[in-house]
RNA sequence: GCCCGGGUGGCGGAAUUGGUAGACGCAAGGGACUUAAAAUCCCUCGGGAGUAAUCCUGUACGAGUUCGAUUCUCGUCCCGGGUACCA
């Protein structure tokens, strides 16, 4: 054995291993239970960075730990292939986006690979390759047949001078991130997927997912946002038109004193009386240029115009002026509210900023609301007053029954109104899955036979950034016959949103080779679900929800019967560091910081915000440096010490050397000892003496504590505290060559336990121990619960809540032997001694408190 | 703005179901070994008082519940994530 700790040699040599033997390669065994461990697969970037390393470090511990226990773990990795970045690649530095992307791939399949995690590698794919983006193809078509995916219009940024659509991301300030003109609302004809009529049951399964953290669950449910209310019609006065209102409160209506519509409502410009025209138009313009964050902000100043029409409150016929008002969102409920400006604040504001008539309709107990000196709505319970009939109900209760007398009258009824739009799918981008549609003009929108999938993503193109989409601009691909009646018609040249391929790959990886479905029934009803989902803590609500949505689309397509996709979330924090930039140069590299100064212009370097590194922040660590330094056995070991996973980590490189000191002492801990250990005889636990058993004790201790804190909570980081606790102790342990058997039952146990965490120097030392097997074949180590038991056990003694003093007890002493000796410490009779003593609370094997007066 | 988290020494963090605040590691200081350096080992390490025993104080801030609060409740401040075309 070498007497110093190598670990790149060590490294190199199992990773060797591992490539020649795929040790990680499973199927389906009905003989072992099986494990679906999965981690959020990666978008190809270029190179992984810390999230990275943080995530697989934390899933690779679960595996390997499953995989020890005796479980059959499907563990697989792959590539969320398309997207923008690759794009901006190919505009930026005229690399194809498929050249770009599949060397990204080949790097960072190397750099996991050095990592050491166990996948199986066997099972790899990539969501661009068009052997996985044919299955999406196939799926979006019987959506299409089913009604589940369909066309309407939607606003999208729009840049004029690049006349090219824009993400939010490329938005900087309202203004293009390119050429810095200013971004206009554009609408455009674009696909959706109709995810609201999942809206129930994606809301009802929130409840059945226990092993999802509570957070996330919260999220998805106010996403989803259902409210329960009325829907209310309301005629226009002289016109033979009418508007429907949603509203979660119709034991207001009879204080509806007018109406706010959207800008952007159909009925806006209808409404619109001839002599107001020009006033609304400059208003709707206004609105368009402003984003729907801002403008449903609380503090956004509430502004409107009125359109010169009335509408009739069915109840009491009252005359109600109906205005176009910004906070009013066409996405939400029907796009206009009925105002109730006593009873709802933003209508409250937007009365006295126009002068509009206020009735107090709901009365809080103990007090009389006036119209005339409220400063601000009412939005609590009450009794409804000045409302018909209806007086004297309690406002909760009312809302029923106006509903129902809505109802019977025909002018609306009860509704449930959900927060979730539906999801919008079309991109006008090159980079993703085409979407199997052509358009003929007799036909219309026809799908693709099935038979000619996949519609494959042209290569030869050209990428300007300008001039609309790539692909609409390639006659070859978008000039096609009609499939219905063969006339010459054109595909459909946007492509789908990349949220499409993530939300079913880890179906895909049950079979990720089946040739004649997207998924193979018989894999993913073996696999499925998975029992383990890790990923970053920002997927929460989106990718998350999506994947659910996916699941249950498939389900009931009969592709699959599987009504949740994943049954444990993990929700790992985010690896942070500040940001630093130079005013000359932008944001700057942690390398190009030298001594606090830009090492370009020697400008002085500005700290900024601590938050989610990121390759446009340049505030990246990049992993490579550390693992050729220390090996990727330190790196792993650091991630998952340094924080808990759900925890942000905050990046600070001083305490890896720790780390890389602590793996040096295991190794010296085998080292040093490998004589003493080398051929001894089982532990004999009637005839151990009383130092042999206080190690064998913390070493039976350790077991169970990393056994639990692996299993119940992911607790890696106190985990391996309690392993280095060990390893302190068997080093100070006194006398330990006396019981040889002992003291290699305590060394085994550091390499067992170590061995999810730092793979490699484990198998080493495994073999060194005298293994031939890996260490995968001899399982978890199991704790001997007799070992557990001390004889005595330490007791705090407080004295009115603060401590006094510690007494030792025997560990099987009764209540009144403990209180009599903690009576009896000499520090707490200082304390007691001209004091009553009131009560003793004991705690029993923790504390005892002595209340005095 | 809205929704979801978080805040504990110089730093990362620990503390079972409300029961010794600061485990483990880093950094720092002191010492041993060495010609020297590296490596390793030993000691100190929230703040204050005290020779010491020990005492006071302390978990963002302000209240409350309790024999006892980092933990539970209410309010405030600050930080992070998401906000539907970044993934």
């Not at 309407?152 to 690049?162: F, G, H, L, Y």
């Not at 969102?329 to 009873?343: C, D, E, F, I």
């Not at 179906?507 to 193979?520: G, M, Q």
């Not at 009383?690 to 190690?695: E, H, I, T, V």
Request: a negative charge.
């Amino acid at each position: 054995m070498l007497e110093r700790y190598k670990p790149l040699e060590i490294e190199k040599y199992w990773q060797d291993q591992w490539l020649e033997n795929q040790p990680w390669k499973v199927s389906e065994d009905g003989n072992k239970p099986k494990y679906y461990l999965l981690e959020m697969f990666p978008y190809p970037s270029g190179r992984i960075h810390m999230g990275h390393v943080r995530n697989y470090s934390i899933g690779d511990v679960v595996a390997r730990f499953k995989r020890l226990q005796g479980y059959n773990v499907l563990h697989p990795m792959g590539w969320d292939a398309f997207g923008m970045p690759a794009e901006n690649a190919a505009i930026q530095h005229g690399t194809h986006p498929a050249v770009w992307t599949k060397e990204n791939i080949a790097n960072m399949r190397t750099q996991l690979k050095r990592m050491g995690l166990s996948y199986d590698w066997s099972r790899e794919l990539a969501t661009c390759d068009p052997d996985y983006y044919r299955w999406e193809q196939l799926i979006f078509l019987k959506m299409f047949e089913k009604g589940l995916a369909y066309k309407k219009s939607a606003a999208v940024n729009w840049c004029p001078e690049c006349e090219t659509v824009l993400a939010n991301e490329q938005v900087e300030e309202e203004c293009c991130w390119r050429c810095e003109n200013k971004v206009e609302q554009k609408e455009l004809d674009q696909w959706f997927f109709r995810i609201t009529s999942y809206a129930e049951e994606l809301l009802e399964w929130t409840g059945k997912l226990p092993g999802w953290p509570e957070s996330v669950l919260t999220m998805q449910r106010n996403w989803i946002g259902k409210s329960t209310g009325a829907e209310i019609e309301f005629s226009v006065e002289g016109k033979d038109q009418s508007v429907r209102v949603f509203t979660t409160r119709p034991d207001t209506l009879f204080g509806a004193t007018f109406m706010s519509l959207a800008p952007e409502h159909p009925l806006a410009e209808t409404l619109t009386v001839s002599e107001r025209r020009e006033e609304v138009a400059a208003f709707i313009k206004k609105v368009q240029n402003v984003d729907q964050i801002q403008r449903s902000s609380d503090e956004y100043e509430k502004e409107g115009v009125f359109t010169g029409s009335y509408c009739v409150n069915p109840v009491n016929g009252a005359k109600m002026p109906v205005f176009l008002a910004n906070f009013v969102l066409m996405g939400y409920g029907t796009g206009a509210v009925m105002a109730v400006p006593t009873h709802d604040q933003r209508d409250f504001e937007f009365a006295r900023k126009y002068d509009l008539p206020m009735q107090v309709v709901i009365q809080p107990e103990g007090e009389t609301l006036d119209p005339a000196t409220m400063t601000e709505a009412w939005e609590g319970p009450g009794t409804m007053v000045n409302s018909g009939d209806f007086d004297g109900l309690d406002n909760d209760a009312g809302k029923e029954k106006v509903s129902a007398a809505l109802e019977a009258q025909g002018a609306g009824q009860s509704s449930v109104n959900y927060r979730i739009r539906d999801w919008l799918v079309s991109r006008q981008r090159y980079w993703g899955t085409p979407i199997p549609i052509i358009y003929c003009k007799d036909c219309g929108a026809v799908p693709v036979p099935e038979q000619d999938l996949p519609v494959k993503l042209p290569i030869d193109i050209e990428f300007t950034g300008e001039g609309g989409s790539p692909l609409a601009k390639l006659e070859s691909f978008v000039n096609t016959p009609c499939p219905q009646c063969g006339q010459p018609a054109r595909r459909e040249t946007d492509t789908f949103d990349t949220f499409i391929e993530s939300s079913w790959y880890f179906l895909r990886y049950a079979s990720p080779h089946c040739e004649t479905s997207p998924v193979d029934q018989a894999a993913v009803d073996y696999w499925l679900p998975a029992d383990q989902y890790i990923g970053g803590v920002e997927h929460a609500v989106m990718h998350l929800l999506y994947a659910r949505f996916w699941t249950k689309i498939l389900r009931d397509l009969g592709m699959i019967s599987l009504d949740e996709p994943f049954e444990n979330l993990l929700t790992q924090g985010m690896v942070c560091m500040e940001t630093r930039s130079c005013p000359e140069h932008g944001w700057l590299y942690p390398e190009e910081v030298e001594d606090g100064r830009c090492s370009r212009c020697q400008a002085e370097a500005v700290s900024g915000r601590n938050e989610k590194m990121s390759k446009s922040k340049k505030n990246v660590i990049d992993p490579d440096g550390l693992i050729k330094r220390y090996g990727a056995d330190t790196a792993r070991l650091f991630t998952l010490f340094a924080a808990p996973p759900e925890k942000d980590l905050e990046w600070n490189d001083q305490g890896v050397e720790g780390c890389y000191r602590f793996l040096n002492r295991i190794w010296r801990l085998v080292y040093d000892n490998l004589a003493t250990i080398d051929d001894v005889s089982e532990v004999d636990t009637g005839t151990l003496s009383s130092a042999a058993k206080d190690l064998r004790r913390l070493v039976h201790r350790t077991i169970k504590k990393v056994t639990e804190d692996i299993d119940g909570s992911f607790h890696f980081n106190t985990a391996i505290a309690a392993v280095m606790e060990l390893v302190n102790s068997i080093s100070a342990a006194p006398d330990k060559e006396a019981a040889p058997e002992v003291l290699r039952e305590a060394i085994e146990s550091v390499v067992r336990l170590m061995a999810p965490f730092v793979p490699h120097i484990c198998e080493e030392l495994w073999q060194e121990l005298g293994y031939e097997d890996s260490l995968d074949e001899c399982g978890w180590p199991v704790w001997d619960e007799d070992a557990l038991l001390a004889d005595t056990l330490l007791i705090v003694v407080q004295v009115n809540g603060k401590v006094r003093g510690k007494v030792t007890v025997a560990a099987d002493a009764d209540k009144d032997t403990v209180e009599a000796a903690a009576l009896a410490d000499t520090n707490v009779m200082r304390f007691i001694a001209d004091k009553t003593v009131r009560k003793v609370i004991v705690v029993p094997g923790r504390l005892v408190n002595i209340v005095v007066g």
